[in-house]
């Protein structure tokens, strides 16, 4: 179905609105990236910059 009159008549009976809702604004980066990174096992909370971040052995899991 692409024809506008069918589908504003569906939409109509089922109460849903013609128009879509209005897009939200871009949110930007956040300023400062070592506030999002946390790392985290058994033991201990890693919080810091990303280019600490513990190394991971994937073999070892």
């Not at 506008?4 to 990236?33: F, Q, Y």
Request: charged share 25%.
């Amino acid at each position: 179905m692409t024809e506008p009159g069918p589908i504003r008549k569906i939409l109509t009976h089922l109460g849903e609105p013609l128009e879509p809702p209005p897009v939200s604004p871009v949110r930007g980066p956040p300023t400062d990236w070592g506030e999002l990174i946390q790392a985290h096992d058994d033991r201990a909370i890693f919080q810091g910059r990303i280019d600490e971040l513990p190394v991971i052995d994937i073999h070892s899991l």
